[in-house]
């Protein structure tokens, strides 16, 4: 299947499609796409719809525990639908992850985002 970006519009076989539901395609032929999921749940969260984009995080993260940059996306979700704890949750998630996964860069910023958090409240 061909993907042709255009800008926020994607066309499928001569078909108009928006990023949305081009992702849902995706995902309906392979639901545990981490990629796919991951971009979803950024668009989702770009539209400001913060329950459809934290229920995709959450099912990018059940279905890759591994995926490291899920945790810091969805932990700035959590912040902005003012839910600082649980924020901080899948911080130390990610935190953990990132270091089993060798991902220094990924763990100083979620350490940085924790540390943060911490002084605010």
Same mark, same amino acid.
């Given at each position: 299947m061909a993907f042709?970006?255009?800008?926020?519009?994607? /066309?499928?076989?001569?078909? +108009?499609?928006d990023k949305a539901a081009m992702l849902q395609e995706i995902?309906?032929?392979?639901? /545990?796409?981490?990629?796919? +999921?991951?971009g979803l749940a950024m668009d989702?969260?770009?539209?400001d719809d913060l329950v459809a984009s934290l229920a995709e995080f959450a099912t990018l993260l059940r279905d890759n525990p591994e995926y490291t940059p899920g945790y810091f996306m969805a932990a700035q979700t959590l912040v902005r639908a003012g839910r600082t704890a649980d924020a901080k949750q899948h911080l130390a998630l990610g935190i953990a992850s990132a270091a089993r996964t060798g991902n220094s860069h990924a763990q100083g910023e979620m350490q940085a985002m924790?540390?943060?958090?911490?002084?605010?409240?």
């Open positions: 042709i970006a255009e800008s926020t519009k994607c /066309r499928i076989k001569g078909t +108009r499609m995902l309906k032929a392979n639901p /545990r796409d981490a990629f796919a +999921r991951y989702y969260a770009s539209k924790l540390d943060e958090l911490t002084l605010d409240s």
